[in-house]
């Protein structure tokens, strides 16, 4: 279905996905998930509604042409990873021929359930007024959809609550509610209004701040996107995630003026204690963080308890950080100018 869009947006944090999208989707949030018809599996085994039923069901569409799809697949791999055990299932959908989707996982393998749409009205089922890909929709332990959006703008957070049992539908028909009307906005004082209502509505939602944030940007508002950061950071104080996030923003941008390795400390060091030290990310959050202060050792350190606590391709890209950081150990020690 070469009509539909591959959106860009997440890359810049959460710009608008489609400021023209269609606000009469088919699915919405509370509504029973349609039939998965799928007329091939190409890879794993066969999926449908009714066999997810008492788990988390995501299930996303893509094509092997769109390259936001490509990106969000290493993504999808690693939470297939993570959610192993844990009864989630990730299914990805396209309707292009088999054939083509076979060719296309002999060089970018997709780790979880991948099948060819029956017909365009299965397609459709999900998909009718959805004007962009990648898009996926999570589907609760009861069959109904509780959330949908870009694979990588909001869906962790959804899945990770329902599999903790700490979803709150109400939450999320409000949110969805809002979303219809930032999809209508037609201009930039219009989305912030929305977004504004939905930091009001859901203040420990991540979604709204990155997207708000993306707008800023947008228009050149780096003090008032700066502010947000750190106001998304206070909101979300409970979410490892959001914290790693930020502290990983506040070390790396590239403006020296907003620059903070101590608040970035705070909080990555926060992130690890609300994950116990288990978790790959905050670890390595906070290994970025003792880099750029400049305690290497404890950034080696760190970045090695990272690396062994990811999986696949996280773990190598972990453990080529943790090289890094070893290999700049080194260097400095030899050098007599630098302070460790």
């Known amino acids: ?190 989305a912030y209004a929305v977004l504004d209502e939905m930091i009001e509505a859901v203040p420990d939602d991540p979604g709204a701040y990155r997207r708000k944030r993306g707008l800023l940007g947008r228009q050149g508002k780096h003090a008032e996107a700066h502010a947000l950061l750190l106001a998304m950071a206070k909101a979300c104080a409970a979410d490892a995630g959001v914290l790693g996030e930020v502290a990983a923003e506040l070390c790396a941008t590239g403006d020296l003026q907003r620059r903070d390795l101590a608040k970035a400390l705070e909080l990555a060091a926060k992130a690890v204690e609300l994950t116990k030290g288990d978790d790959a990310e905050a670890l390595a959050a906070l290994a970025r963080t003792h880099y750029e202060l400049g305690h290497l050792a404890k950034a080696v350190e760190l970045a090695d308890k990272a690396a062994a606590a990811a999986a696949g391709d996280d773990a190598a890209t972990l453990k080529a950080h943790a090289s890094f950081y070893r290999a700049e150990l080194a260097r400095r020690r030899q050098d007599p100018d630098a302070k460790l």
Not at 90 to 107: D, G, H, M, R
Not at 110 to 135: C, D, F, K, L, Q
Request: overall charge positive; charged content about 20%.
């Open 1 to 190: 279905m070469r009509g539909l869009s591959c959106g860009r947006a997440w890359v810049v944090a959460g710009v608008l996905a489609a400021w023209g999208a269609s606000t009469g989707w088919a699915l919405e949030v509370g509504d029973p998930a349609p039939p998965i018809e799928v007329k091939e599996w190409v890879s794993n085994t066969p999926v449908t509604v009714q066999s997810a039923k008492g788990k988390v069901l995501v299930v996303e569409f893509w094509a092997t042409w769109c390259g936001p799809c490509k990106v969000t697949i290493p993504h999808l791999n690693k939470l297939q990873a993570k959610y192993r055990d844990r009864e989630v299932l990730f299914v990805s959908i396209s309707n292009e021929p088999a054939a083509k989707v076979k060719e296309f996982l002999k060089t970018t393998p997709m780790h979880y359930h991948v099948g060819i749409a029956a017909s365009e009205g299965a397609y459709r089922a999900y998909m009718a007024g959805v004007r962009g890909i990648p898009h996926a929709f999570v589907v609760d332990r009861a069959g109904k959809v509780a959330w949908s959006g870009h694979p990588m703008m909001g869906m962790d957070g959804v899945v990770k609550k329902l599999v903790a049992g700490t979803f709150d539908p109400a939450k999320a028909r409000k949110l969805d509610e809002l979303n219809k009307k930032l999809r209508a906005a037609r201009s930039f004082p219009a």
